[in-house]
């Protein structure tokens, strides 16, 4: 199946400073991704679709100008938690299409996941 | 009323029994089907994929659909305590291009 890799794997932070996370499909390439947030025991929430080339496109609720995306190659999509606040705190997950070429791009596969805690 | 709705558990079975996950739907026009397992502080891994009502097997797993009754069933045979994880049931539209909608997610512990 295709791999996306993420990282960091878990992020601490200050209160008021931003954080990146990377999201990159290594042995494909993914024009949209997709970007999750999960609070403890709950499901996955849909935060944003990332799009090469072009606006993210975001979720009802979700502050875009707290959450940035950027989707500048075809591998790589980043998230930018700006100005973090500890409500921000959360487990969030990338995910990806498969690849066209192996017909495998009606599934998505995900991330290990980054783990942010705001202090 | 959630679009999808899964039992969060937690069930606890012991080594070798047949562990029955379900989620129930509410929008008929779910075309797209799939179970994901999350161990903790992972990301969730695909395990079954399907579109159409029936049975469909992969190895100690079989995924049930039923559109008639709005019902997706996975089952795991011989259960092994590695199979100790979350899964969650997801589904998706025929035009919704991956943009997928998740149960809450059941807790499995399968102990020795």
Redesign the interface.
């Known amino acids: 199946?295709a791999v996306?890799s993420?990282h960091p794997s878990w992020v601490i932070c200050k209160s008021g400073t931003s954080v990146k996370i990377e999201c990159r499909s290594l042995d494909f390439q993914a024009t949209?991704m997709?970007w999750y947030r999960q609070f403890p025991?709950?499901?996955?929430m849909?935060m944003a679709?990332s799009n090469e080339g072009s606006k993210a496109t975001y979720e009802q609720g979700v502050e875009k100008d707290k959450f940035l995306i950027n989707h500048a190659s075809l591998t790589l999509s980043t998230l930018t938690v700006t100005s973090a606040h500890p409500e921000d705190s959360s487990?969030y997950?990338c995910?990806a299409?498969g690849d066209l070429k192996t017909a495998t791009n009606?599934?998505?596969?995900?991330?290990?996941?980054t783990?942010l805690s705001v202090l | 009323q959630k679009e999808v709705e899964?039992d969060?558990g937690p069930l606890s079975v012991p080594e070798g029994a047949i562990v029955s996950l379900n989620c129930t739907y509410s929008n008929s026009a779910f075309q797209?089907f799939?179970w994901?397992r999350q161990y903790s502080?992972?990301?969730?891994?695909?395990l079954m994929?399907t579109y159409s009502s029936g049975n469909k097997e992969d190895g100690r797993f079989t995924a049930q659909v039923d559109k008639s009754s709005k019902y997706i069933s996975l089952f795991i045979r011989d259960s092994q305590p590695s199979d100790s994880a979350t899964y969650?049931c997801a589904e998706r539209f025929s035009g919704g291009?991956?943009?997928?909608i998740?149960?809450?997610?059941t807790?499995l512990a399968v102990h020795p």
């Open positions: 199946g996306v993420q949209t997709f025991k709950q499901s996955l849909l679709t487990f997950i995910s299409p009606e599934k998505l596969f995900f991330g290990s996941g783990q | 899964q969060p797209y799939m994901y502080r992972k990301g969730p891994e695909l994929y969650l291009y991956n943009k997928l998740f149960g809450a997610g807790r």
